[in-house]
């Protein structure tokens, strides 16, 4: 019963290493009295048992490993500590296995020594702005070091830059400074355009005034203009109101009537209005006066 047992076990044993199931997610290496023969995909396999091995198992999947944080130095000499993620996938299972030791912690060795001489050649603000520059130029260089090694570097990305306290302090101060800088702009810019404003109505405010003093000066004299018309039109059509009355009969009788009224009006006012009394000389030649006025009235109807 014993020896039955013995017997069972031992053909378990033997299917046990005879059949190897490999999963969707991995690859393995097989290895033949300690020689390396083939990587097995994922699917069902024979072995031949105390022949063939399992001798590495590797994941296919991408992986993502931590960078530590390290001291850089940037190119204007700031210290900064910066950490990341490299993220990497296996593609040769062979070269994984016997190019190198340990993938993983050659893939994050390196991404430090990369990470530290790229941030070399960036001062402390382009670590900043640059970081997607940074990133691919880290990925470029782990790529071209690790394809000994089987695998692919898809990505890297820098987690954390993290300058020092004095650093940190100074930039605070240097911000402070700028935003101080920024205000003391706006209010200029603000005062500048208040000027710029006030100069500007007043401006137009004159511009106004001597508009309507213009329009006012325009119109003044269109009214002067349409008075001296109107005046000239009065006087015309007086003036010829006189001539077609002149020319009827009696008209310079009536004429000369009106005149001699007229001029005694006025000698009476000038005699009331005066200082000293006046006593015309010539009486007589009052008539004459008249005679004159009555030809110059004949000369103007002629005409």
Same mark, same amino acid.
């Given at each position: 019963?014993?020896? /039955?047992?013995?017997?069972?076990?031992?053909?378990?044993? /033997?299917?046990?290493?005879?059949?190897?199931?490999?999963? +969707?997610?991995? #690859?393995?290496?097989? *290895?033949?009295?300690?020689?390396?023969?083939?990587?097995?995909?994922?699917?069902?396999?024979?072995?031949?048992?105390?022949?063939?091995?399992?001798?590495?198992?590797?994941?296919?999947?991408?992986?993502?490993?931590?960078?530590?944080?390290?001291?850089?130095?940037?190119?204007?000499?700031?210290? %900064?500590?910066?950490?990341?993620?490299?993220?990497?996938?296996?593609?040769?299972?062979?070269?994984?296995?016997? =190019?190198?030791?340990?993938?993983?912690?050659?893939?994050?060795?390196?991404?430090?020594?990369? +990470?530290?001489?790229?941030?070399?050649? %960036?001062? %402390?603000?382009?670590?900043?702005?640059?970081?997607?520059?940074?990133?691919?130029?880290?990925?470029?260089?782990?790529?071209?070091?690790?394809?000994?090694?089987?695998?692919?570097?898809?990505?890297?990305?820098?987690?954390?830059?993290?300058?020092?306290?004095?650093?940190?302090?100074?930039?605070?101060?240097?911000? *402070?400074?700028?935003?101080?800088?920024?205000?003391?702009?706006?209010?200029?810019?603000?005062?500048?355009?208040?000027?710029?404003?006030?100069?500007?109505?007043?401006?137009?405010?004159?511009?106004?005034?001597?508009?309507?003093?213009?329009?006012?000066?325009?119109?003044?004299?269109?009214?002067?203009?349409? *008075?001296?018309?109107?005046?000239?039109?009065?006087?015309?059509?007086?003036?010829?109101?006189?001539?077609?009355?002149?020319?009827?009969? =009696?008209?310079?009788?009536?004429?000369?009537?009106?005149?001699?009224?007229?001029?005694?009006?006025?000698?009476?006012?000038?005699?009331?209005?005066?200082?000293?009394? #006046?006593?015309?000389?010539?009486?007589?030649?009052?008539?004459?006066?008249?005679?004159?006025?009555?030809?110059?009235?004949?000369?103007?109807?002629?005409?």
């Amino acid at each position: 019963m014993l020896t /039955i047992t013995i017997v069972f076990l031992f053909v378990i044993f /033997i299917i046990y290493k005879l059949i190897l199931i490999v999963p +969707m997610r991995e #690859v393995c290496v097989i *290895e033949r009295l300690g020689k390396f023969r083939c990587v097995l995909p994922p699917g069902f396999h024979f072995l031949i048992p105390f022949v063939d091995r399992v001798a590495y198992r590797h994941d296919t999947r991408e992986e993502v490993l931590d960078v530590p944080p390290q001291s850089c130095i940037s190119k204007d000499n700031t210290q %900064l500590e910066v950490d990341g993620l490299v993220y990497l996938k296996v593609m040769d299972g062979q070269l994984a296995s016997y =190019g190198i030791e340990n993938y993983r912690r050659a893939a994050v060795n390196l991404a430090q020594t990369t +990470m530290r001489s790229e941030i070399g050649k %960036l001062s %402390l603000s382009d670590t900043f702005s640059e970081r997607e520059s940074l990133n691919e130029s880290i990925v470029r260089e782990i790529d071209k070091a690790s394809d000994p090694w089987g695998i692919k570097v898809l990505r890297y990305e820098i987690r954390n830059i993290t300058p020092s306290r004095h650093v940190i302090h100074t930039l605070e101060k240097q911000m *402070e400074a700028e935003r101080s800088k920024r205000a003391e702009i706006t209010l200029a810019n603000a005062e500048k355009a208040a000027m710029i404003n006030l100069s500007e109505g007043e401006r137009q405010e004159a511009i106004n005034l001597s508009e309507g003093q213009k329009q006012k000066r325009i119109n003044e004299a269109k009214g002067t203009a349409q *008075e001296i018309a109107i005046v000239a039109k009065a006087r015309a059509q007086g003036m010829s109101m006189v001539a077609n009355a002149l020319a009827l009969d =009696g008209g310079n009788e009536a004429m000369n009537m009106q005149l001699k009224e007229q001029f005694i009006e006025q000698l009476g006012g000038i005699l009331k209005q005066a200082d000293v009394s #006046v006593v015309p000389a010539e009486i007589a030649k009052l008539e004459g006066f008249f005679e004159g006025m009555e030809k110059v009235t004949h000369t103007v109807k002629e005409r």
